[in-house]
DNA sequence: ATAAAATTTTAGATTGGGCTAAAAATATTT
DNA sequence: AAATATTTTTAGCCCAATCTAAAATTTTAT
């Protein structure tokens, strides 16, 4: 059975909040998060559910099913492995890059997907940071940590975001402090929660407690 | 306005009937080469001139209009363009790539088809011979005519195919017969049509009518 | 020039994906 | 445990893109 562009997406966001939230996932989070009503949303999750890619029962919200979640990965290893071809083959910056690989995601060739991933070297990480799943649909697992939760006198490098912004990546830039960069924690300001870093390739810099809580550490 | 996917791909098919055949389009022409009955056309057809993206006058048939040949022809570049892509970069062979273009055509991105563009280092021609248009849609011309239209003893170089059917190509690459092929025309015979020819990065062959009418070549 | 054949259009239905408004179920507060 | 608030579902509608069957128009043949 044939899953639509439609449905991909709502599996991809179905993903998406089993991850951050748990399970099961509640009509109105889905809702939320693609801007439809919980109305439409209730009517997607029965065909979901009817072509067996979700689990679903009437006022109890949705798991994804076995096969719903290979789908889900699948689109989100096409949407990270397109992200690195443009950033690395076209030069595209890693704030411009959402939208197009959002629509290249649902390119429908597995062949295409494996020589993708072979011309651009198995790359396990997109340009936000983000693993790229494996043909298997696993993941690369890296120990990070929000900048937030570094101690004073700590180093690290900047691997992650967890805000995916066209803003806040092009504050990132501005500031230099794009993956790679490498920092270490020098002074916490109880007043407000932001701090003071040492940012190798720049200088001294204040962040925000947003900043700080957007930003994934691997500690060194 | 937004022109859909299925829009797109009606506006193509006008372009290359129109090429083939000549204006105006007929309704059932479409439906022909589409798969789709002729009713579902005309309404297809109404929708498109009520977008100004061709002309239509009930039972003449439609032409495109400015808009939609620009359309058309935006398609066509970024279809050929990334069939370039998946042959020299990802190595698919020329009887792969029509299915996956076919998709891959329908990014909506301009700067992405400039950058693709560049990248692969303006090519002029897809991997079929097909003229890639440019930017403002104009074709590189060339002088090229079918095998069956060489006179014996002239010599060339083959630079396209009229018939992009999978079996055909994959017959071309068993004979040597793919572009830049060397040939000169040793003989013909009234009988069937049939001619021998010398392709030099082989050695002398004899060749249907059928081939010849579906392979292009340049004179030399 | 008319009859027959072919083409094209209309009418009316269907399916996927979405909407609003109202009803039903669940969760929260008192 | 009610009453209230929130969430979810149902009912009924819309639009794009398709279909079939029948009607209208144009083309071809006699």
Redesign the interface.
Known sequence: MEISQTEENYLKIIFKISERDGEPVSTNAISAEINTTAASVTDMVKRLSEKSLIHYERYKGVTLSTEGEKAAKRLIRKHRLWEVF?VT????SWD?VH??AE??E????A??VE??DK?LGFPKFDPHGDPIPDAAGNFTFRRQYPLSELSVGESGIVVGVQDHSATFLQFLDRMNLGLGAEIQLLERFDYDESIKILNRSDQEQILSKKVCQNLFIQKK
């Open positions: 443009l083959e076209l030069n595209f411009e939208d197009i629509q290249l649902h390119i429908k060739s062949e295409l020589r993708l011309y």
